[in-house]
């Protein structure tokens, strides 16, 4: 970026007149140790949140031209001393380079928003020891979560957390509130002692995702190996014809819907265990054992790789018309009905079934695509409670029972066809069909009135074998009292 570009703001300014929800700290100064590419876009954020800014730089004529006009780039010591607020943009390395304004900053709030290059790289947090390097001063944590991209960037996306933890109060409160100036939500994480788990949070690679894509990844390699044996090992032994062409698109185009289809119906199956554990035990007080309360807990990610695979599988199946194996089948067929002096072709019920299996294919891929959308935390936080429930648990049930039509009509009656079963395995898709089958039919269980109305008396607090005070007429009339089981 260019200095001239620089000095435009690339936000507008936030407007804090007449929003109560936002705290009137804009026109703050704020310094800035530091002249790297965090401190430039914290300084750019801060102009355009309506902060006056100073950064406190070792060389600050060579730094000036690549910060807005509107910030004041002047030596550390100089910035120091016009806040009381400064956010040291320097590497923990260079901490102790610092202590020489050790005396100016005294009194002052440092906003630690440093990073390490490894999980608990050292002992203390860095926000510990800049506290032990200025004891005079209050340390706050904040601000490492955020990319100097996103600073620049995050005013549309107004849902940026920022954690923050100190063990003072008010310097915390003050931190928070430039946050929520600067379009950030910020997020108390208490004391100091969190500062570490802070520190750890950008380091982390995917942790929600561990788990789902280690079940995608091992249901892909069961499913690839099933259909590989199937169509490529059966017919090179059997009639020793050589289909290893097929692994590239073929195999895998087989394998991704059969992922997709299962992953799908594995984020609607803890729900349903999660019910049965429910209504045995006859209340929703008691906790769930610790592999279910995870695997409810990643059902988003196990959605949207289902959604992910589901979307690769349409591609494929796109694209297989403009193999070259295909066209030469075609023409073989074609040569081979001619040869056979065969004029109609046209099979009816095959005919109905295509059209039937495609259409129904694609209403399940725009549902996925509906849910996999409305599971991004923008969209998600603009619905309500019901919409949302509405669309992750109504319509991804729909989803599933409309992708179960889809892989019915795939595979039509080759469950019944001996020459189906390749070394005796049955169809692929009959496989698939397992745990979908048993997530619908206990979901329609579920909705059978009783069933029904026990679940949602133990959902609203109601518990089996929980003793109640009661209240009954008496045969004289009189009301008699006592205490009775809430199950009788
Ligand atoms: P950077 O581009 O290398 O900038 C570091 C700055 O530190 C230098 O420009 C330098 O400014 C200053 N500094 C002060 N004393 C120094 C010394 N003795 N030796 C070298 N430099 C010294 O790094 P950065 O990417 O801006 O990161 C700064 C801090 O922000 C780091 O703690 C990092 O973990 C954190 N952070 C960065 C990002 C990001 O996206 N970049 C995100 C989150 C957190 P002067 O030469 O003007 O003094």
Redesign the pocket.
Known sequence: MSGGDMAKPLLGHRSVEGDPSVVPTSGRTIGVL??????RSLAIRLVCSGFKVVVG???PKR?AGLFPSAAEVTFQAEAVKKTDVIFV????E?YS?LCDLADVLAGKILVD???NTEINHHKESNAEYLASLFPACTVVKGF?V???WTLQSGARDGNKQVLICSNNQEAKHTVAEIAQVMGFTPVDMGGMSSAREIENVPLRLLPAWKIPIFLALGLFSCFFTYNLVRQVIHPFIREQKNKFYKIPVEVVNTTLPCVAYVMLSLVYLPGVLAACSQLYYGTKYRRFPDWLDQWLQHRKQIGLLSFFCAALHAVYSLCLPMRRSHRYQLIETAVKQAMEKKMNIWVEEEVWRMEIYISVGIIALGLLSLLAITSLPSIANSLNWREFSFIQSTLGFIALVISTLHTLTYGWSRAFDENQYKFYLPPTYTLTLLVPCTVILAKVIFILPCIRQRLLRIRRGWEKGRYVKFVLPSATGEYASGETSSNV
């Open positions: 530091g002249s790297g590419d965090f401190a730089s070792r060389n730094k943009a320097v590497f923990r260079h380079t928003v440093s990073n490492n955020v990319s100097a």
